[in-house]
């Protein structure tokens, strides 16, 4: 190989290799290669003698966390720096090949055992008893599709991939198309309606169980605003989450509260990319705002509208934290599927079924995706 | 979950200055304003409230009233700190968080520098794999990986994964945050990496920098606005996530993060509304303050590129 530099740019983005460095004595190849494989080996006890006193429970917990803090975050710059150095030590014609592997190889790792094999696992798992040890065959999905709490949780889940989506992009929309026509304190008005997208579903949880908080008759003044309005109206106070089945409705009014916010501020932002002359001159020739709404603004905002609600279906499909924390599911009829499986599998006992539901997730979410995919590639195809 | 959503270009700035807002604007907004604020406005009230007025009246008794002293109390988030263990479990949280945040972002940007401007084979088939699973919904890698966890993994006698003992380990529940959150990462960043303009990279390959200098001299700095709209997202995820720590970190007392300590206090004092109020209220803290001190990045990185649920 010569050791000149290339000249002729290379083809699209792809860059040429480094020029390789002048040929050096082979005494100190030896030294770096040694040194290649010392560094990592001491780096990695020194990783896990930190580790190990990070799972010493006596230990302070202010020291702990900080040098937990110190670790995560230079341990993952270090871990490519010295890979990149090992690489460097290598023989020139490696070291170009193998460059590229330093820089995605983490990502590959990390991705394969997070997500590649836990799906093998997953479907494996639910296809044996409780205990993973013997095939039981097709029993743990025939349970799926027959418990009597299974079928409420599919009943409740087809609820709020429905009505969740639908009442919150609702609202987003209108709410965006009517923000856009403020003159002052659009973005005020944005951001507070924003706001319950950072806080936790469980956050929200306690928000809301404080809305609905009930005392009957005789048991103190009721402190949740719904029910003093009631009594204030000269109503009996409800137990809104125990009022099946529209206990459920209850806990869809949380998400949507969350949720909204998202949409409203994608949707608010394909509002704005209307063009002002198409909307001008629709008004110039005498439509309605009405008429400008149904027929620029819905027609031309379509695409994003099916994204946000694509997006909304898929949390509204894997909603656990609410139905979680907002009390006993089973008791008050408001269970989902993602809540029946970690109740299965953490606390029923049987990783089994909770495989089974989990599978049963992915593939329902799977229809959800490809939908999105083919609406994007239309939409690229238009362009 | 992710979803894409399309590039939309930002807004004309005199796009309403002759507009006019009717009554029925200003009064819907308005409307729909309160409702969305007042929940979280009685909780935020109420927290600061003492515990015999929390309990024997509304909190929008206290509003008639702003300026009386006996109304108002920190004591509620002193117990909550203190006896309620939210201070220990707000460290755990950041000592979750950060990491969780800063790997997966680090991660990412490696691999999407690698699958914008560098040749290997595979290139990409790798890079449709990687944005492929997206699809996979966190809770069917939930079981596999605590069982890979706390036993390593065999295939037909052979250990593939020897077993690291990583439950209830901050460096579990970092590492499962980043395999979750790196499909839309790498996906993300390498469309940002990507467009960024060859001849710059170009010149400094000629000038002699190799791939790594130009990552992190050139790339980084260039990135900053994908890469804080992602760190953002992720940290509000992290932060505000109940199930992952939940599975790898655990509920003692000693690991819980705040989500875990909160869920708990609902569980066991369901009805001590000036711990809970007080507890949520400082669970919600931080998330709150990022939120609003870095929503101009968090707000375009959500409608520019993509987003996760």
Redesign the interface.
Known sequence: MSSS?QTT??AG????P??PPPDRPTGRVLLRLAGAVVIPVVAAIALWAT?DF??N?DAN??L??GI??V???VG??FL??SM?RVVEWLPTRFRE?A??????G???V??S???????I??IL?SLKDAQSQDFVGIENYKFVFTDESMLRAMRNTAGWIVLVPLVAVT?GV??AT??????R?EAV?K?????????????A???????Y?FRPDGF??????LN?IKQGLGQDPVPWLQQKPWNNLMLMVIMV?MQ???AM??LS??I??IP?EIVEAARIDGASEWKVFRHITIPTIF??VV??T??MV??A??V??IV??MGNAEAQGTEVI?ER??RW??IGDH?GR??AI??V??LA??PV?IW?VRR?RE?ESIR | MTVVLETVPAPAPDAKAEKKSSWFVRITITVVVLLWTIPTLGVLISSLRPEELVNSSGWWTSLAHPFRGAEWTLENYRSALSNGGFGNAFLNSMAVAIPSTVIPVTVAAFAAYAFSWMDFRGRHVLFVLVVGLMVVPLQMALIPILRLYTGGATLGGVTLIPDFNLGGTYLGVWLAHTGFGLPLAVYLLRNYIGSLPSSIIESARIDGADHFTIFWRLIIPLSVPALAAFAIFQFLWVWNDLLIAYVFLGGSRQNRVLTIALADLVGSRGENWHLLTSAAFLSMALPLAVFFSLQRYFVRGLTAGSVKG
């Open positions: 530099v740019p290379p983005p792809v860059l040429a480094d020029p580790l990070l799972r429970d917990r202010f702990v966390v937990a803090l670790v995560g975050v993952v710059f490519f720096w990149n090949g460059r590229p592997y330093v820089f995605v983490p990502a590959l990390i991705l055992v997070f997500l590649i094999y836990p799906v696992n997953t798992i609202i209108v709410f009517l923000a856009d026509r403020l003159r304190g008005a951001s507070l309606i924003f706001l319950p997208m950072a806080i936790s579903f469980v956050g949880a306690v928000v809301w169980r404080f809305m908080s103190g003044t009721n402190i949740g605003l003093a509260w909204t916010g998202f501020i994608v932002a394909a704005k990319a002002d695409p994003t994204v946000v694509t997006y898929i949390n499909l894997k656990f934290d979680f924390v993602a499986m970690i599998f953490f990783n909770g495989a989990a599978v997730l992915f979410v799977i995706m999105n994007f939409q």
